[in-house]
Nanobody, 125 residues
Framework: QVQLAESGGGSVQAGASLRLSCAAS????????MAWFRQAPGKEREFVAA????????YYADSIKGRFTISRDSAKNTGYLQMESLGPEDTAVYYC??????????????????WGQGTQVTVSS
């Protein structure tokens, strides 16, 4: 069983940066992918970014491409989401997830078996 714990959320002003962390425990993430999703008030949860743990191949949603960077530290079994130039549209609860999605499904929620509890990011204008 894998447990995921997010941290690093908070309230910031537009233009600021934040780095979210997702610490995985219970087993190594080798062979898995870690993804970040977010859910804004009144909206459905949406894909943000994903990284394949072994190859470090990364995937991004168009809405955040160029502003967010996903990475991982295998020694710490921890993934990160560096967020730059934040705007009010980035306000959401951010969730990390772990699973073994095939390439065509890497932006979908259902292949991810493990989920964190989420961390709130609030961006004021």
């Amino acid at each position: 069983q894998v447990q995921l714990a997010e941290s690093g959320g908070g309230s910031v002003q537009a233009g600021a940066s934040l780095r979210l962390s997702c610490a995985a425990s219970g087993r190594s993430f080798n062979g898995y992918a870690m993804a970040w999703f977010r859910q804004a008030p009144g909206k459905e949860r949406e894909f943000v970014a994903a990284i394949r743990w072994n190859s470090q191949h990364t995937y991004y949603a168009d809405s955040i491409k160029g502003r967010f960077t996903i990475s991982r530290d295998s020694a710490k079994n921890t993934g990160y989401l560096q967020m730059e130039s934040l705007g009010p549209e980035d306000t959401a609860v951010y969730y990390c997830a772990g699973g073994r999605p095939i390439l065509s499904e890497i932006r979908s929620q259902w292949p991810y078996s493990y989920w964190g509890q989420g961390t709130q990011v609030t961006v004021s204008s």
